[in-house]
Nanobody, 127 residues
Framework: QVQLAESGGGLVQAGVSLSLSCAASGPTFSYYAMGWFRQAPGKEREFVATISWSGSSTYYADSGKGRFTISRDNAKNTVYLEMNSLKPEDTAVYYC????????????????????WGQGTQVTVSS
């Protein structure tokens, strides 16, 4: 079973960059597709980005395309979300999620596709 712990959130001004990390514990992290989701106050949780276990395939929500980059370091059991040009509408609790996979290029966009979730890290972007 994988346990996930996000870090790196904080209060920042619009336009700056922020990097989130998600550290995983447990065996065979490499065989998990990973995703980032976020939930703003009063809104449903939404997909942000996903990456295959090999790291070769990624996919982004339109809101983050061109600004966010998801990456992973399987040797460190960590997945990252680099966020640039942050906007106030990026304010949310950001969650990482994991799903065991059997193909190196698989990734998933739906929150119900994921089995394991972290506790979340708050990102607040002031205007």
């Amino acid at each position: 079973q994988v346990q996930l712990a996000e870090s790196g959130g904080g209060l920042v001004q619009a336009g700056v960059s922020l990097s989130l990390s998600c550290a995983a514990s447990g065996p065979t992290f490499s065989y998990y597709a990973m995703g980032w989701f976020r939930q703003a106050p009063g809104k449903e949780r939404e997909f942000v980005a996903t990456i295959s276990w090999s790291g070769s395939s990624t996919y982004y929500a339109d809101s983050g395309k061109g600004r966010f980059t998801i990456s992973r370091d399987n040797a460190k059991n960590t997945v990252y979300l680099e966020m640039n040009s942050l906007k106030p509408e990026d304010t949310a609790v950001y969650y990482c999620a994991a799903r065991k996979v059997y193909t190196s290029s698989s990734y998933y966009l739906g929150e119900y596709d994921y089995n394991y979730w972290g506790q979340g890290t708050q990102v607040t972007v002031s205007s």
